[in-house]
């Protein structure tokens, strides 16, 4: 409550136009220069153009903008504006995987530092598989009984972990002791009632990050650092009320712009935020941004402050052109589009979160990619446009787990209303499709379960979306389907379809649907997902590991191979 009352004070500061408190002129420095300046004020002015949800903003139709535009034309704001520009410069979010241990906080805090031109904001992740440990819990707690709820093994395995961080840190263990206190009792309470709502799974799991960034502020200002802790969900990151999978409100890029600075400007120190978490706007609950949303907090923070770079630093050297836990030859994407990245990401590349790109695209400001256990390894830079002359297929990506629909009219409506209809009842159900293939009278097409955290909500959603469609077609569900996606340019979609097809044809695969994106950088696959794993160790040889294949693009061959014609490229 306290929160939302706090982001509505700081609009309304913006809408009556009363000046702004005079800033310190003189802030003092950090550890980092804060001086490497490309800000441009008006990339921040321009992520505030979009009307904001009535709640926070009164009088309905004005925009943040025109507020912006009036308090401008005071000297006040005119010195926060310079102020402003001596402030941050990037963002740097280190994933769960960066930050599981005492030593690793050590050496991301010594990474940060050895960029002493940069004065960054920190995104955190919660510590190593805290998050999983969490929900496991959660579900154990709720038929467990409340006398065994202290007991429950994740329970001990996340308190053991934040304890032996601190003392091993050597900082004050209060920084977390009251938390985990609140954690047990909070597990008793779910106990007790025999439910987990997806509104108490978001405030459990919250407690992952919660921790790791009070005790990475902590130990920063122990070594002499000066660094503030926020949890996001206090600082303006105002979402839909979809718990578990909120999404971002316009009205979060001015108030968390506007908090940050201020406090940058009355006293200067590193934000360490919480990632993956944010606030319901009309239910002021805790909620999350779907599993790896840590990479959206931190896009969405580079696009409020109007940043040069937004870093996301892994436990792997950038994206790669397949996941190396699938097939381990997998290497470093130099470069990728937004474009690419999301729909490499939005098709499983568990790498990215699927709409991390958006606030980088919006704001036009480059993602870098990062490893965090191998600094010195370039990653991989993502921007609005690359030369893709070159490029014939960038990454392999696999969805595993997938169902296929295949749907058949009954003919008791025309093809227009036939696809309408089938669509609505998606809408409806609120269940989203992945891929999909129409012909007349049929559709085929593959259920995205990424938005569904259990698997007897999957259940339910597949009985209840078939019970529907059956009422105007026959239906055909296959389930243990894979998704392969072939990320890469579209312009060349028939040398990119020969390769695949010859690939599969080889290894005696059925390909049981294909479809191309209209965004023209995916083609999508579907095979059994018995077979997936083969199919993109194959396909990887064959794309990545044999030869140049830039070269089959000046002189395509016929099937005896020899050169047909020579032909130019067109981009
Ligand atoms: N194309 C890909 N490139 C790089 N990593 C990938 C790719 N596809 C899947 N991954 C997986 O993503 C992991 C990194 O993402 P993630 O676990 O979210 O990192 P973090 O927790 O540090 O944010 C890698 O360890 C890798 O297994
Ligand atoms: N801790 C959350 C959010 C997150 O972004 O994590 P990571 O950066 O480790 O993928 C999760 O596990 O989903």
């Not at 995205?448 to 078939?466: C, F, G, M, N, T």
């Not at 072939?486 to 695949?500: D, F």
Request: hydrophobic share 40%; proline share 4%.
């Amino acid at each position: 409550m306290a929160a939302a009352a706090r982001v509505q004070c700081h609009n309304n500061t913006s809408l009556t136009g009363s000046p702004l408190p005079r800033r310190h002129r003189n802030s003092p420095t950090l550890h980092f220069s804060p001086n490497r300046v490309n800000f441009t004020p008006l990339k921040w002015i321009g992520s505030c153009t979009r009307m904001v949800p009535g709640p926070y903003l009164k009088g309905g139709t004005t925009t943040v903008r025109a507020a912006f535009e009036e308090e401008k034309k005071t000297d006040a704001v005119n010195e926060v504006v310079e102020e402003e520009k001596r402030s941050f410069t990037c963002v740097m979010k280190f994933g769960g995987s960066s930050v599981a241990t005492a030593e690793r906080m050590r050496e991301v805090a010594d990474l940060v530092l050895t960029f002493p031109e940069e004065s960054p904001v920190i995104v955190l992740s919660a510590m190593g598989k805290t998050t999983n440990n969490l929900l496991l819990a959660g579900e154990k707690a709720v038929s467990c009984g409340v006398s065994n709820a202290s007991e429950i093994e994740e329970l001990s395995v996340i308190k053991e972990l934040h304890l032996r961080t601190v003392k091993e840190l050597e900082i004050d263990p209060s920084v977390v002791s009251s938390f985990l206190e609140e954690l047990e009792q909070l597990l008793k309470g779910i106990a007790m009632m025999k439910e987990l709502t997806l509104r108490t799974r978001d405030y459990l799991v919250s407690f992952g990050e919660c921790l790791s960034t009070r005790i990475f502020a902590a130990y920063l200002n122990k070594i002499g650092v000066k660094a503030r802790q926020y949890d996001a969900f206090e600082i303006g990151f105002i979402t839909t009320d979809d718990f578990t999978n909120g999404d971002i409100l316009e009205a979060t890029y001015p108030a968390v712009a506007k908090r940050l600075y201020d406090d940058w400007m009355h006293d200067p120190a590193v934000p360490v935020v919480t990632g993956f978490l944010g606030k319901g706007w009309k239910t002021c609950a805790v909620t999350t941004l779907g599993r790896g949303g840590s990479d959206l907090t931190a896009t969405t923070i580079g696009k409020a402050l109007g940043l040069q770079e937004i870093q996301v630093w892994k436990d792997v050297d950038g994206v790669l052109t397949c996941d190396p836990t699938i097939y381990k030859r997998a290497t470093p994407v130099p470069f990728l589009t937004f474009d690419e990245a999301a729909e490499l990401a939005y098709f499983g590349a568990q790498v990215l979160h699927p709409q991390s790109m958006r606030p980088a695209r919006e704001g036009g400001i480059p993602v870098r990619v990062k490893n965090s256990y191998n600094p010195k390894a370039p990653g991989t830079i993502i921007t609005k446009t690359r030369d893709m002359t070159k490029t014939v297929l960038t990454s392999i990506v696999l969805k595993r787990n997938v169902t296929m629909l295949d749907i058949a009219s009954t003919r008791m409506l025309g093809q227009v209303g036939f696809l309408a209809k089938v669509f609505s009842i998606f809408e409806d159900l609120e269940i989203s499709v992945d891929v999909v293939a129409t012909s007349e009278v049929s559709i085929s097409l593959t259920l995205d379960p990424s938005k569904l955290w259990s698997r007897e909500l999957i259940q339910q959603a597949r009985d209840h979306v078939v019970e529907e469609l059956e009422k105007i077609a026959v239906v055909n569900l296959a389930k243990g389907r894979a998704i392969i996606s072939l990320i890469g340019n579209v312009q060349h979609s028939s040398l990119i379809l020969e390769r695949a097809f010859h690939v599969l044809w080889t290894k005696g695969i059925n390909v049981q649907m294909i479809s191309q994106g209209a965004s023209k950088v995916n083609i999508s696959l579907i095979v059994n997902d018995a077979e997936a794993e083969g199919c993109v160790e194959a396909l990887h040889k064959s794309f990545f590991e044999s030869g140049d294949l830039s070269e089959l693009l000046i002189q395509p061959r016929l099937g005896n191979g020899s050169p047909v014609r020579t032909m130019q490229v067109d981009n």
